[in-house]
């Protein structure tokens, strides 16, 4: 067949929310810097996270340029982190050449440090060949679906990279398993818990790496508010609320067929809403409630939903409230509330352009802080992760025990939905996360 591998990262809106409440407005920029990179890598090597390799790497290229600004007055020069040399680097095997791999994923490679792109995969040959000239693949080196298990004889691949619809992740990623790759696999995970389930033995079985690319937990902002969450700088936690939306097109596309999707924008739009209330509260919900809405006049939607609603509830008391539409224009957005404060982002879950915005009572009044970080490039900075697990032999932040407990609820929200019912959810029957990956420094 061909490449129609998914597009479920999907581009940010630039609207932003306002608070009329807001007494006071303040804005700070906060600059991200490429040299920051690498000293927080040095401090994740002496903690023992999944950064550890960095710092040899860092130190064996780090270039060191003396100062010719008066560093108590000016603003401080960055020169950009030390690069591991292209042969040192781990190199990737893109299985599925869509929009997804061509847009984001193959000009992401080319901003890495640790990461090349060294093989293809792809049921097009003809475009391949195109992709690969453009990134200095060998031709022996590209490959379709049939010929897949020929990268176990390619010593430049140490990871796969599985950019499918999402009813193939788990085929490709028990066939890269076998022939002894670790595996970076698109979200959502698969499309059962099954299915999660047999990624996850199958890549133990083999002694390899497995990580689902939810590129949200390595955007500086959302890392942010983790941090603020743990330093209870929001107070008590009560709820989230969160939307993804879009008006889809072409009904013939594969994310419209429920074999392919596993369902509608639940799966692909909304389960960025779900990971969010999980990972920016640090806890596991434990009963969903949900409705579905499907119309009966419209072809795009003959075998999934057009829209879904759904509310989380959470053992400390925190409610989630989120909803995913294919039928609506362009929406990304998030809000957690807690007694002490509120955190926000609006622009949300978008490659780019995204924003933030945080209240708290200061001084005796309510002041609204908006911030702002330089641009980065989201995978990259998940790309170079999974390299840095494979360099060091660490279990990645997001490991498939995250795309299991993910789909875990996703199939308690549709069961909800055909039922009518509160559906309870057991608690993950271990971790879902690895260590954090290495903290910005802004």
Request: aromatic share 6%; with cysteine.
């Amino acid at each position: 067949m061909r490449d129609s591998p998914p597009d479920n990262d999907c581009p940010s809106n630039d609207s932003n929310a306002r608070d009329d409440e807001s007494v006071e407005s303040s804005r700070r920029s906060f600059l991200q810097r490429s040299g920051t990179g690498l000293a927080a890598a040095v401090a994740a090597a002496a903690s023992g996270t999944a950064w550890a390799a960095g710092p040899s790497i860092a130190e064996q290229n780090a270039v060191k340029l003396s100062l010719i600004q008066d560093p108590d007055t000016e603003q401080k020069e960055e020169t950009p982190d030390a690069n591991a040399a292209p042969s040192d680097r781990i190199g990737y095997a893109i299985v599925g050449l869509g929009r997804l791999s061509l847009n984001q994923i193959l000009p992401a490679l080319a901003q890495c440090k640790y990461s090349r792109v060294t093989a293809l995969v792809s049921g097009d040959r003809d475009k391949a060949l195109k992709i690969a000239r453009q990134y200095g693949v060998p031709e022996r080196d590209v490959h379709d679906y049939s010929t897949f298990e020929r990268l176990a004889n390619n010593p430049r691949v140490q990871v796969v990279y599985i950019v499918l619809p999402n009813g193939m992740h788990a085929e490709f990623t028990v066939r890269a398993a076998r022939i002894g790759k670790h595996v970076l696999c698109e979200k959502p995970m698969a499309n059962s818990v099954a299915e999660c389930q047999s990624m996850i033995d199958a890549c133990q079985q083999a002694q390899k790496l497995l990580m689902i690319a939810y590129r949200s937990q390595y955007e500086a902002m959302d890392r942010m508010i983790v941090k603020m969450v743990r330093e209870k700088k929001l107070g008590t936690l009560s709820e989230f609320i969160a939307g993804n939306s879009q008006n889809v097109g072409d009904p013939t596309q594969w994310r419209l067929k429920k074999a392919l999707a596993g369902g509608g924008p639940l799966p692909d739009v909304g389960i960025y809403c779900l990971n969010a209330a999980r990972f920016l509260t640090g806890e596991e919900p434990n009963e969903a409630i949900a409705t579905v809405y499907r119309p009966d006049d419209d072809p795009r939607f003959k075998e999934v939903e057009q829209s879904v609603h759904f509310v989380l509830r959470f053992p400390s008391g925190i409610t989630a409230t989120c909803m995913a539409s294919y039928g609506s224009h362009e929406s990304r957005f998030f809000r957690l509330q807690g007694s002490q404060g509120w955190a926000e982002m609006n622009p949300a879950f978008g490659y780019n352009a995204l924003s933030m915005r945080h209240g708290m009572r200061v001084d005796g009044k309510n002041a609204t802080t908006e911030i702002t970080v330089d641009p980065t490039n989201q995978f990259a900075h998940e790309i170079d992760h999974m390299s840095q697990c494979v360099l060091s032999d660490t279990r990645p932040h997001t490991p498939g025990e995250e795309g299991l407990q993910d789909q875990r609820v996703v199939e308690a929200i549709y069961k909800s939905a055909r039922t009518g019912r509160p559906v309870q959810i057991a608690p993950p029957v271990t971790s879902t996360r690895g260590a954090d990956p290495a903290e910005e420094v802004f």
